[in-house]
């Protein structure tokens, strides 16, 4: 079993930035590779970015190249999401997620383990 909890979320003008976290506990967490998610009011949850266990591999959705960096610490059994460049269309409920092996990192079906989540309300 494998517990995650988020935090760091809040309210932020655009334009600005949030660090956002995941702990992980249960599970040696280096093994594990991680993802977050994002549900916005109405829309189902889509994909943000993952890592794989070994921090080399990461993958971001196109709607956040550029502004969003995902990476993890495997010494703190952390996760963490840099969000810079913060629109309005980012505001969302955001979720870390964790599987051994995702078969596809990108699709929330792969992901065994998820946290409760985080709100992230970006003001125009």
């Known amino acids: 079993q494998v517990q995650l909890v988020e935090s760091g979320g809040g309210l932020v003008q655009a334009g600005g930035s949030l660090r956002l976290s995941c702990a992980a506990t249960?599970?040696?967490?280096?093994?594990?590779?991680m993802g977050w998610f994002r549900q916005a009011p109405g829309k189902g949850r889509r994909f943000v970015a993952a890592?794989?266990?070994?921090?080399?591999?990461?993958y971001n959705a196109d709607s956040v190249k550029g502004r969003f960096t995902i990476s993890r610490d495997n010494a703190k059994n952390t996760m963490y999401l840099q969000m810079n460049s913060l629109k309005p269309e980012d505001t969302a409920v955001y979720f870390c997620?964790?599987?051994?092996?995702?078969?596809?990192?990108?699709?929330?079906?792969?992901?065994?383990?998820w946290g409760q989540g985080t709100q992230v309300t970006v003001s125009s």
């Open positions: 997620a964790a599987d051994l092996a995702p078969s596809i990192p990108y699709s929330d079906h792969s992901y065994e383990y």
């Open positions: 249960g599970r040696t967490f280096s093994s594990l590779a």
């Open positions: 890592i794989r266990w070994n921090k080399d591999d990461t």
